[in-house]
């Protein structure tokens, strides 16, 4: 530009006839400056669903996690140095402030003047972080107050509202702007995933629709920001298909579905154009490298092209750096962890809990109907493997034992939906048996007919922790019976008569009540239905509940249940007996 401004001069100085020329020069070079070409090459790493994973370690189970996100912060220092910082863009989906007894410390105990979470998303550095629907199960004061005035990025949120005065919590999206390119980064939650939230916790909260809400903050970005690249990082899963197809969006990172999509996963849009889709797998298995090229000719750009990779994180080594950073924030989780809070009188086993009556369960049925005063108790065996041993009970074992946190709800059910829940709960844990020699537990078969072996040993249908027993009332469970006719409830615990037609108010979680299990499939309920039943929602969670049992039984003395069996006799023991050996359970 300085050189043609040199040559005009030139002109200009050897005649008054070169001046006309002055004018269309200059307009040539303005325009050759306006349509100059810029290109900026990016690469994002994003996580999602990480529930908890700060710390290398687990520290109820004091075993070290095969990815955390002290594996992810050494992936970032080597994309980093190969790409350099500016170049670099890091994003955390929905799902992050919960799952871990870290999270569950600082969430509910002064521990330190700062939160874990937002110690470590600043010290990684990280662009942009969003609200997932579990984050909203830990307590508002925490989500709403403490994490939005210690994150040093922005938290995102764009169909949250506050109910009363109708107004946006969060900020919607977020503006990058680097090597000369803007990037819009949106995010919002979906609220069907938001079902397990108890009233208590969903109070005040209003939840707009989220493909209308997507569309209406896209179109607006769109419209005052326009950016050169648009990412809509939605806590929702490609289950969705609804707001898969909301025009102007280039990427979508997703979550919550707790499953990846393959590399590379592009689709069309409904005005046709390909967009760019990827989820990682959860808990920091995997994270997101997305290679982003942006191309501009002047103002407008010419080119996107971006193609996306899943990165497994278990091979990645230990940042040992991040490690010593927050080696104190795991010294005082660990202090919280070890107070004592009650004692036990004998050792509670927990491969009981796997194939029939249990101490475990019959502890938590007595932490519910103890809480609640119910007529009836249902429970899921939440626990995490592992035997409690007799004596101190510690703030670890409770942690151990509700792995799986949530809201105790009492809820009016008929005696014949509480028959057709159980139904469908056993007529998942228990094989129908015709001898003895056959399977107790409902195993997945491979081809051959032959219980399928995992990663983590035999494969069941329904997983142990969603396995179901009820108290207050006497039951038989039939596993030579075809599923759905197995149970035969007898009477009530306290010698009363069982009517089918009778109103009962029962205890159980809030995972039960809201879908957890697929058990109220049977009963055709879903979230409205279930709130429209509840007599009582407790307004402590679950553990806090558990804690408050154990200091006022500051003795407990375990007893397996006593109220229900497994028929025939015969086949439940062989059966159990021959399970046992595949689970190498002795």
Same mark, same amino acid.
């Given at each position: 530009?300085?050189?043609?401004?040199?040559?005009?001069?030139?002109?200009?100085?050897?005649?008054?006839?070169?001046?006309?020329?002055?004018?269309?020069?200059?307009?040539?070079?303005?325009?050759?400056?306006?349509?100059?070409?810029?290109?900026?090459?990016?690469?994002?790493?994003?996580?999602?669903?990480?529930?908890?994973?700060?710390?290398?370690?687990?520290?109820?189970?004091?075993?070290?996690?095969?990815?955390?996100?002290?594996?992810?912060?050494?992936?970032?220092?080597?994309?980093?140095?190969?790409?350099?910082?500016?170049?670099?863009?890091?994003?955390?989906?929905?799902?992050?402030?919960?799952?871990?007894?870290?999270?569950?410390?600082?969430?509910?105990?002064?521990?330190?003047?700062?939160?874990?979470?937002?110690?470590?998303?600043?010290?990684?550095?990280?662009?942009?972080?969003?609200?997932?629907?579990?984050?909203?199960?830990?307590?508002?004061?925490?989500?709403?107050?403490?994490?939005?005035?210690?994150?040093?990025?922005?938290?995102?949120?764009?169909?949250?509202?506050?109910?009363?005065?109708?107004?946006?919590?969060?900020?919607?999206?977020?503006?990058?702007?680097?090597?000369?390119?803007?990037?819009?980064?949106?995010? =919002?939650?979906? !609220?069907?995933?938001?079902? +397990? /939230?108890?009233?208590?916790?969903? *109070?005040? $909260?209003?939840?707009? &629709?989220?493909?209308?809400?997507?569309?209406?903050?896209?179109?607006?970005?769109?419209?005052?920001?326009?950016?050169?690249?648009?990412?809509?990082?939605?806590?929702?899963?490609?289950?969705?298909?609804?707001? =898969?197809?909301? !025009?102007?969006?280039?990427? +979508? /990172?997703?979550?919550?579905?707790? *499953?990846? $999509?393959?590399?590379? &996963?592009?689709?069309?849009?409904?005005?046709?154009?390909?967009?760019?889709?990827?989820?990682?797998?959860?808990?920091?298995?995997?994270?997101?490298?997305?290679?982003?090229?942006?191309?501009?000719?002047?103002?407008?750009?010419?080119?996107?092209?971006?193609?996306?990779?899943?990165?497994?994180?278990?091979?990645?080594?230990?940042?040992?750096?991040?490690?010593?950073?927050?080696?104190?924030?795991?010294?005082?989780?660990?202090?919280?962890?070890?107070?004592?809070?009650?004692?036990?009188?004998?050792?509670?086993?927990?491969?009981?809990?796997?194939?029939?009556?249990?101490?475990?369960?019959?502890?938590?049925?007595?932490?519910?109907?103890?809480?609640?005063?119910?007529?009836?108790?249902?429970?899921?065996?939440?626990?995490?493997?592992?035997?409690?041993?007799?004596?101190?009970?510690?703030?670890?074992?409770?942690?151990?034992?509700?792995?799986?946190?949530?809201?105790?709800?009492?809820?009016?059910?008929?005696?014949?939906?509480?028959?057709?829940?159980?139904?469908?709960?056993?007529?998942?844990?228990?094989?129908?048996?015709?001898?003895?020699?056959?399977?107790?537990?409902?195993?997945?078969?491979?081809?051959?007919?032959?219980?399928?072996?995992?990663?983590?040993?035999?494969?069941?249908?329904?997983?142990?922790?969603?396995?179901?027993?009820?108290?207050?009332?006497?039951?038989?469970?039939?596993?030579?019976?075809?599923?759905?006719?197995?149970?035969?409830?007898?009477?009530?615990?306290?010698?009363?008569?069982?009517?089918?037609?009778?109103?009962?108010?029962?205890?159980?979680?809030?995972?039960?009540?809201?879908?957890?299990?697929?058990?109220?499939?049977?009963?055709?309920?879903?979230?409205?239905?279930?709130?429209?039943?509840?007599?009582?929602?407790?307004?402590?969670?679950?553990?806090?509940?558990?804690?408050?049992?154990?200091?006022?039984?500051?003795?407990?003395?375990?007893?397996?249940?006593?109220?229900?069996?497994?028929?025939?006799?015969?086949?439940?023991?062989?059966?159990?007996?021959?399970?046992?050996?595949?689970?190498?359970?002795?």
């Amino acid at each position: 530009m300085t050189r043609v401004f040199r040559r005009l001069l030139t002109f200009f100085s050897e005649g008054p006839q070169l001046l006309s020329c002055l004018f269309p020069v200059c307009a040539i070079a303005v325009s050759c400056d306006d349509n100059s070409v810029s290109e900026a090459d990016f690469t994002i790493l994003y996580v999602t669903d990480v529930h908890g994973r700060l710390l290398p370690s687990e520290l109820d189970t004091l075993h070290p996690h095969a990815m955390s996100m002290a594996h992810f912060s050494s992936y970032v220092k080597q994309v980093r140095d190969d790409c350099g910082s500016e170049q670099t863009i890091l994003l955390c989906g929905g799902n992050l402030n919960e799952g871990q007894p870290a999270l569950y410390a600082y969430n509910t105990s002064v521990i330190g003047p700062e939160h874990i979470s937002p110690l470590v998303l600043n010290y990684m550095g990280f662009d942009a972080v969003a609200l997932g629907a579990r984050d909203l199960s830990i307590p508002r004061s925490v989500w709403r107050d403490t994490l939005p005035s210690q994150f040093k990025m922005p938290f995102l949120c764009g169909n949250l509202k506050d109910e009363t005065s109708d107004k946006d919590i969060f900020p919607a999206y977020a503006i990058l702007r680097r090597q000369g390119m803007k990037i819009a980064v949106v995010s =919002l939650v979906d !609220p069907n995933d938001c079902r +397990y /939230l108890s009233p208590d916790e969903s *109070r005040g $909260l209003k939840f707009d &629709d989220l493909t209308q809400s997507t569309r209406k903050w896209v179109k607006q970005i769109i419209k005052t920001e326009a950016p050169d690249y648009v990412i809509a990082m939605l806590a929702a899963g490609s289950r969705n298909q609804s707001i =898969l197809s909301v !025009p102007g969006i280039d990427l +979508y /990172l997703l979550g919550s579905d707790h *499953r990846s $999509l393959t590399d590379n &996963d592009f689709r069309l849009n409904e005005k046709r154009d390909s967009v760019l889709f990827a989820e990682p797998l959860p808990r920091l298995r995997e994270c997101i490298r997305v290679y982003l090229h942006l191309e501009k000719l002047g103002k407008r750009v010419i080119s996107r092209k971006a193609e996306s990779h899943r990165i497994p994180l278990d091979k990645c080594p230990i940042d040992d750096e991040y490690v010593s950073a927050f080696s104190r924030c795991e010294q005082d989780v660990a202090q919280y962890l070890n107070r004592p809070v009650g004692t036990l009188s004998a050792s509670i086993p927990y491969n009981d809990a796997i194939f029939g009556p249990s101490a475990l369960l019959n502890l938590m049925h007595d932490v519910q109907l103890w809480a609640t005063g119910a007529d009836v108790s249902i429970t899921n065996n939440c626990a995490g493997r592992g035997n409690f041993n007799a004596g101190a009970f510690s703030m670890r074992d409770v942690l151990r034992l509700y792995r799986r946190n949530g809201r105790l709800w009492v809820v009016k059910m008929t005696g014949d939906e509480i028959c057709r829940f159980l139904e469908a709960a056993v007529g998942v844990q228990y094989n129908k048996m015709s001898s003895p020699n056959d399977h107790l537990l409902a195993f997945r078969l491979n081809e051959i007919h032959e219980v399928q072996i995992g990663r983590n040993g035999p494969e069941l249908i329904q997983p142990v922790s969603d396995y179901c027993s009820v108290a207050g009332l006497r039951y038989t469970v039939d596993v030579s019976r075809p599923i759905g006719s197995r149970v035969e409830i007898h009477g009530r615990s306290d010698g009363g008569v069982f009517c089918p037609k009778d109103t009962f108010c029962v205890a159980m979680s809030d995972y039960l009540a809201c879908g957890g299990g697929g058990y109220v499939r049977s009963l055709e309920w879903n979230r409205a239905m279930a709130m429209q039943r509840i007599v009582r929602s407790d307004t402590h969670d679950m553990r806090s509940l558990f804690l408050n049992f154990i200091q006022a039984n500051s003795a407990y003395s375990p007893n397996v249940q006593r109220n229900w069996s497994v028929v025939p006799v015969k086949y439940y023991e062989n059966g159990k007996m021959r399970d046992a050996r595949l689970f190498k359970i002795h």
